[in-house]
DNA sequence: CGTGAGTTTGAAGGGAATCAAGACTAGTGG
DNA sequence: CCACTAGTCTTGATTCCCTTCAAACTCACG
């Protein structure tokens, strides 16, 4: 399901919401802003993948969201950021200062509309995190995940997982061992293949549909 | 933390968003609106609660939101609505339809910033959301719950519950046996008292908002 | 090849779920 | 006004899924 500006959007040359704004390059693991600075930007990832977290005072940490290309981050409705956004590849982001951004929406309201739209969907993702985390088995949300990048990413059963297994863990309210045994019981089951740590075919993508809910 | 709009908006007399719009009771209990309707007006609580839900196929229920005098609820990206609406208590609802919604917010830019700040902080509610169902214990989520609600309903220590347990346990992924118990053991504690089923007393908010991480 | 982070696997434990009564509470009607 | 009743809530006993703790393995990378 892909948005009007993700479709008019080819990432590395035309900028996000019609405004040409710099490109940042990220290395693996490199944090694009902390929980608690000032949001005075809003991002846009092109290529790579990011996630945001947030962590509580005795480290358990929450992945709230993966952000693939043409996805984008770091709205607030305050100052601050209350997430911290990571790279989890090497990765490519635009960025747009907030106050441009408001004003472009402020004249445009095709661009008004689209950041809104993208706002809602995203609330909508959020939504439906919360009824994996409240109401799912560690094998519907591993399930679960394995579909959502397999549609977000355009694979369609090749499936390049750009996340450690501790990212995959904690966007799902689990242990890593709990994903990796999981994900071992979907391969003995024959529905899944894990050639390697970082790259898992969906051998039966119905099944996995099936799993999810 | 009220919104600007919620603060301009003396909820029986003043419409939301600056417009008037038909007002609906609802009783107790009674849906709102059905996951899969079509969506064609969002709503505004002027007095009473309400909660959205979604519910699995095999019966589980994740309650998304709970919604309190002021906080508006039932926006949309697409043309249905992806959760069920119910009145938790008898219930005052105004309903703006949609195209008028978005054709007020064209015309006039505090209208749609207003409206764009609230979703965003529904974003950010949800997030908080998803980050106690991912990493918080059985008392830290019910105890989050508690705070909350004094927060959002200006209680200082006497709480009014507008919910049921199962609603409570709904919402913090868990079921309404460990609510109960989680409830009795904090007010072992001292924490909080339960004179009666749907009135609770803090009597140690600090210690609430230790628990609650 | 050696090294170490990341991952998988195994064994044991724990927190919340489930199953099952029992105690309230709020309506209802006599 | 008060017994009656259905629904809600609480409490208890047991189970189970996931976590925790621990160790072995794998595979990038120098």
């Given at each position: 399901m892909l948005s009007p500006l993700k479709l008019q959007d080819a990432p590395s040359t035309t900028a996000p919401f019609g405004f040409t704004g710099p490109c940042l390059r990220h290395s693996r693991d490199e944090e694009i802003f902390g929980e608690g600075e000032a949001a005075e930007y809003v991002y846009q990832v092109i290529s790579g993948a990011v996630r945001t977290s947030r962590i509580l005072r005795d480290g358990r940490r929450q992945i709230d969201e993966f952000h693939f290309a043409g996805d984008y981050f770091g709205i607030e409705a305050g100052d601050l950021h209350r997430v911290t956004a990571e790279a989890m590849t090497d990765t490519s982001v635009r960025m747009v200062r907030r106050g441009t951004l408001s004003e472009l929406a402020g004249q445009r309201g095709d661009v008004?509309?689209?950041i809104f739209r993208l706002t809602v969907e995203g609330l909508q993702r959020s939504q439906d995190h919360v009824l994996m985390l409240g109401r799912k088995s560690a094998c519907e949300r591993v399930a679960g995940l394995l579909v959502d990048l397999a549609e977000r990413t355009g694979a369609s059963r090749e499936l390049d997982v750009p996340m450690s297994?501790?990212?995959?863990?904690?966007?799902?309210?689990?242990?890593?061992?709990?994903?990796?045994?999981?994900?071992?019981?979907?391969?003995?089951?024959?529905?899944?293949?894990?050639?390697?740590?970082?790259?898992?075919?969906?051998?039966?993508?119905?099944?996995?549909?099936?799993?999810?809910?």
């Amino acid at each position: 399901m892909l948005s009007p500006l993700k479709l008019q959007d080819a990432p590395s040359t035309t900028a996000p919401f019609g405004f040409t704004g710099p490109c940042l390059r990220h290395s693996r693991d490199e944090e694009i802003f902390g929980e608690g600075e000032a949001a005075e930007y809003v991002y846009q990832v092109i290529s790579g993948a990011v996630r945001t977290s947030r962590i509580l005072r005795d480290g358990r940490r929450q992945i709230d969201e993966f952000h693939f290309a043409g996805d984008y981050f770091g709205i607030e409705a305050g100052d601050l950021h209350r997430v911290t956004a990571e790279a989890m590849t090497d990765t490519s982001v635009r960025m747009v200062r907030r106050g441009t951004l408001s004003e472009l929406a402020g004249q445009r309201g095709d661009v008004a509309r689209a950041i809104f739209r993208l706002t809602v969907e995203g609330l909508q993702r959020s939504q439906d995190h919360v009824l994996m985390l409240g109401r799912k088995s560690a094998c519907e949300r591993v399930a679960g995940l394995l579909v959502d990048l397999a549609e977000r990413t355009g694979a369609s059963r090749e499936l390049d997982v750009p996340m450690s297994r501790q990212d995959m863990a904690d966007y799902l309210g689990l242990t890593i061992e709990t994903v990796s045994r999981t994900l071992t019981q979907l391969q003995a089951d024959g529905i899944i293949a894990i050639p390697t740590t970082r790259h898992i075919v969906l051998r039966d993508p119905a099944a996995l549909r099936r799993l999810h809910g």
